[in-house]
């Protein structure tokens, strides 16, 4: 079982904090003002948990696959 990190973009309110934490992990899309994953995994999980605890909307999930 992997771990994949997920943004659910319809919540998301585009503040980039997530890209700034881990710009290998997270892109933005300055078209839709959303942040979307560039690397569901590989990237490193302790930057990933630091983004899920400092979005602002909780919209940057794990989930077991
Ligand atoms: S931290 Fe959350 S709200 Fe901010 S850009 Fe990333 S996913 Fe969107």
């Keep these: 079982m992997s771990k994949k990190v997920y943004i659910e973009t319809e919540d998301c309110i585009g503040c980039e904090n997530c ?19 560039i690397m569901e995994e590989g990237g ?16 940057i999930l794990w989930k077991d696959e």
């Excluded at 490193?44 to 919209?59: L, N």
């Design 19 to 37: 890209v700034e934490l881990c710009p290998e992990v997270f892109g933005f899309d300055a078209q839709e003002n959303v942040a979307f994953v």
């Design 44 to 59: 490193s999980e302790e930057c990933i948990d630091e983004a899920i605890e400092d979005c602002p909307v909780q919209c």
